[in-house]
């Protein structure tokens, strides 16, 4: 296998290192970045676009639920991602890929089954989880709830994702370093995007999609 560069965010340095192993065993011409927040995962990306992948974990500092997948999907949309969450629930793993993911690797996974994934996405392939049906389907009210935060963009994803933790625009606006007319921009157009009347209302609907997961 040619060089490789892969992006492994996760917030448990344990866990980065049994990921980090996992990938030195596919090839040894790997390069690999470690990110410990959502933020320095986002920086990553961006200062190395040529990465080949990004393992990005579901629960994260800065991020909540699948808003990191949006923002990064949104806005690197030639970087594969494959989620590694401890939530490996089916409804986790089909609403991460049908928000874009590229596979789903489950915590409790082996180094095996994790290097088979990572070796599939590389591969141009898509990795779910064996224990997952892909049948059924999924409730029309939250399959219409993703196509609406589909449409988010990148910082709207992340101004979202900051106002479910209850983050004020004037937070928010420092903490992505913008004017706080800025954010209530952001804000207009996402309960415009969402159909809702107010903030709270959006940050619910965000719930609805991440009520699968745990914490």
């Known amino acids: 296998m040619q060089a490789i560069t892969i992006i492994i965010a996760d917030d448990h340095p344990l866990f980065r290192g049994a ?23 986002r920086r990553a990306a961006g200062a190395c676009l040529e990465a080949d992948l990004i393992l990005l974990d579901l629960a994260m500092p800065g991020v909540s639920g699948f ?43 082996g180094l095996n089954e994790i290097r088979s994934a990572i070796e599939t996405v590389l591969e141009g392939g898509l990795w779910v989880p064996a224990c997952v049906e892909r049948e059924g389907q999924e409730d029309p009210v939250v399959l219409e709830l993703m196509g609406r935060l589909k449409t988010l963009t ?29 954010i209530k921009a952001h804000v207009s157009a996402i309960l415009l995007k969402l159909d809702v009347d107010s903030r709270t209302q959006a940050v619910i609907k965000l719930g609805k999609v991440n009520m699968a997961m745990v914490a």
């Open 19 to 41: 990921l980090r192993q996992a990938v030195n065993d596919i090839s040894t011409r790997t390069e690999i970045i470690e990110a410990g927040t959502f933020e320095d995962a």
């Open 154 to 182: 990148p910082q709207q994803s992340r101004v979202l994702s900051m106002l479910a933790e209850g983050l004020l625009n004037k937070q928010i606006a420092y903490e992505l370093g913008v004017s706080e007319a800025t």
């Open 67 to 109: 808003s990191g997948l949006m923002s990064l999907r949104a806005e690197f949309a030639n970087l594969p991602i494959v989620i590694v969450s401890a939530s490996d629930d089916t409804s986790t793993v089909r609403r991460a890929l049908d928000l874009g993911a590229s596979g789903f690797i489950s915590k409790s996974s």
